[in-house]
């Protein structure tokens, strides 16, 4: 039976700082002004990252692009599948396994709400798991998922080879994916709907990030992004989150952001600010702490196994409380 340990994503390792990934020469390769998909400095081919398109169980692929629950395209990935259909039955019953875009998912409903979209811009998609929901629950909008395509939590995959490797298997005609680091969006004027999660902490220059997409929102285009906070609280000890903490002071070169501070670099960039609230207070921290303690635990699979519902509802819990402070940022605004 396949458990949290083995389908919840490991750590990387730490390394050096880095926030694009660099072409052939060693420097970071500036986009023009969204190309369309046939433009071939668009690396959108699957081809071009050796990728191989295995396809999965027909019926799951109905079941995933009909219902579009979040993070169902999880039982594509490579640690999932090498479960064989238990791993991926997992993923069905319980979910996705990452307690971030579990939470977050409540989040970009809660944004996007009933209103319909023509462009939407996922910035810093990772692997693709709210592009994919995002394109299936908005068919008439076109959807632009666009990364750095680095390894992060997956180890053996980098990110784009996923997102790749799942829409050639769901091949959603509204989504495209493109290599891009979010510091050389060039795009004015073209979508109305951007969202970003838990990217900018990994990006030095993330004022500058805010600027890209401010001046990529059309008029009245919406912007939903969430960010942890500077300073972090703990409830357990700190043996529970050590080597998240290792991890995070390596790659969270871009943390250093209070609500008081980020509204005020979005207000100046010109930024209409329409909500503005804490994540992660009490519930949410402990789901955290206590995840990433069993991350690191010697204890049986099978209490690995029961503890991601609990988990989840601790963080479910977390989403529905009006929080007076928190370790994340989260703010809507409009251009």
Same mark, same amino acid.
């Given at each position: ?37 046939t433009d071939p400095g668009l690396e959108s ?68 709400? #009933? ?67 979010? #510091? ?76 008081d501070t980020l509204l005020a670099d979005l ?69």
């Amino acid at each position: 039976m396949p458990t949290p340990a083995n389908l919840i994503p490991q750590r990387k390792p730490a390394r050096e700082p880095a926030v694009g990934r660099p072409n052939d020469s060693g420097e970071y390769k500036a986009e023009s002004d969204l190309p369309d998909s046939t433009d071939p400095g668009l690396e959108s081919d699957p081809s071009r990252h050796g990728v191989q398109l295995k396809r999965c169980s027909t019926a799951l692929d109905r079941l995933v692009v009909r219902f579009a629950r979040l993070g169902f395209t999880d039982i594509y990935h490579d640690r999932v599948r090498k479960h064989g259909l238990l791993g991926q039955l997992y993923v069905l019953l319980v979910g996705t396994p990452h307690l971030g875009s579990f939470a977050n998912g409540f989040y970009l409903r809660r944004a996007m709400g #009933r209103r319909q979209f023509s462009s939407i811009l996922d910035a810093g998609c990772g692997d693709g798991t709210f592009s994919f929901y995002v394109a299936r629950r908005c068919p008439n909008a076109r959807v632009l998922g666009v990364d750095v395509g680095e390894q992060g939590l997956h180890g053996e995959e980098n990110t784009l080879e996923i997102c790749h490797r799942v829409q050639g298997i769901l091949q959603l005609p509204n989504l495209e994916f493109r290599k891009l680091d979010l #510091r050389e969006l060039e795009a004015a004027d073209t979508f109305d709907f951007v969202y970003c999660f838990d990217v900018l902490e990994h990006i030095r220059e993330n004022k500058q990030v805010l600027a890209n997409v401010y001046r990529a929102l059309s008029k009245d285009g919406q912007f939903l992004l969430r960010i942890p906070t500077r300073a972090q609280k703990r409830i357990l000890p700190k043996r529970f989150t050590a080597e998240h903490e290792k991890w995070a002071k390596v790659e969270h070169v871009g943390q250093h952001y209070e609500m008081d501070t980020l509204l005020a670099d979005l207000k100046e960039i010109g930024y209409q600010v329409i909500s503005a609230q804490y994540s992660v207070g009490f519930w949410g921290r402990l789901s955290f702490e206590l995840l990433e303690g069993l991350r690191t635990s010697r204890l049986p699979e099978v209490v690995q196994f029961g503890a991601m519902p609990l988990l989840k509802l601790l963080r479910w819990i977390d989403t529905q409380a009006k929080l007076k402070e928190g370790d994340g940022l989260l703010v809507l605004c409009q251009k």
